[in-house]
């Protein structure tokens, strides 16, 4: 075996060795980044979805110029808890990079900047940003800088366009539709309406030819000896004569006290069901017992009669 023909072998044996050194370090290694990646993932996911096990990631894209950074599907087990996003928009005077979360009805429930490196009108561009919460997440949703002469309120309402539109093109949750129980398998949703009044914020849901749903989040003392505010949901069914056929107070929304308060505020809350909506009258709580949630009562009877307000009037 001649000189070169060894050195050809030997640095044959020394690259295949190098290859397989690269690999098996990736191999060793690479699950170990993968999974804690994953950890922080959930850990952040955590701060916007009560309860959440495991999430699906969808690919990402740039759409006319918006990055969409992350994007992710989010589970508690196998139940869809909603999907989270995060996007950047670069212009002449820096960037903005923007996180979003959303519920499986598809209605953004937090709007937030990650970074925003804007020279001017950060204030109105902040604010604008908090006008999208609680509307739907489409390539058609409003625009928020209708009229404005900002270069980064435009700029935001075209990155939340494009998150939008990279939503509508992803994988979506098959979800059962909450008002079955109260309208059949087949309702429609015929409309949408956002509404503040009095200090809470409603959506008014239109369903096509049987009634209306209203979801009311409002904030209430919630102990007796504290000034603290927390919110409660609550979701009221209608039909077209106004009859109040069903109640919901969903669990992840209610931020007064749980147990058997919470069980007690239900109670509550569900006595409505049968009456008509004109028939609620102020100061059906009763008097105040322990154990009767008093205060988170009195927050449920104050929204019922925002919701009349708004409604037969």
Do not use: W
């Amino acid at each position: 075996m001649t000189t070169k023909v060894k050195s050809l072998m030997t640095l044959s044996i020394v690259l295949l060795a190098s290859v397989l050194l690269v690999i098996g370090t990736h191999m060793v290694f690479n699950p170990i980044k993968v999974e804690r990646e994953n950890k922080a993932t959930l850990s952040l996911l955590e701060n916007y979805f009560a309860g959440v096990t495991e999430f699906e990631t969808n690919n990402l894209e740039t759409i006319e110029g918006v990055e969409i950074l992350r994007s992710v599907r989010i589970l508690k087990d196998e139940e869809p808890l909603g999907y989270l996003y995060e996007a950047n928009i670069v212009n002449s005077f820096g960037n903005m990079k923007v996180r979003i979360s959303v519920d499986v009805k598809d209605i953004i429930q937090t709007a937030e900047f990650i970074e925003m490196n804007q020279t001017m009108y950060q204030t109105q561009t902040q604010n604008m940003l908090q006008t999208y919460p609680l509307n739907k997440l489409n390539a058609d949703i409003f625009d928020g800088a209708a009229g404005a002469t900002s270069i980064s309120k435009n700029d935001l309402s075209h990155l939340m366009s494009m998150v939008g539109l990279h939503h509508d093109s992803t994988d979506k949750f098959e979800v059962v539709l909450p008002y079955a129980e109260f309208y059949g398998e087949d309702y429609v949703i015929s409309s949408t309406e956002n509404i503040s009044e009095a200090g809470a914020s409603m959506i008014k849901e239109t369903i096509e030819g049987q009634g209306v749903v209203y979801t009311v989040t409002k904030s209430g003392i919630y102990q007796t000896d504290s000034i603290e505010e927390k919110s409660i949901t609550l979701v009221v069914a209608l039909d077209n004569d106004n009859e109040i056929i069903g109640i919901l107070l969903p669990v992840e929304l209610y931020n007064h006290t749980k147990g058997n308060f919470m069980a007690s505020a239900l109670v509550f809350a569900e006595s409505f069901v049968g009456m008509n909506l004109s028939d609620v009258t102020d100061g059906q709580t009763g008097a105040s017992v322990d154990g009767s949630a008093h205060n988170s009562r009195n927050l449920i009877e104050d929204m019922m009669l925002i919701i009349q307000g708004v409604h037969v009037s």
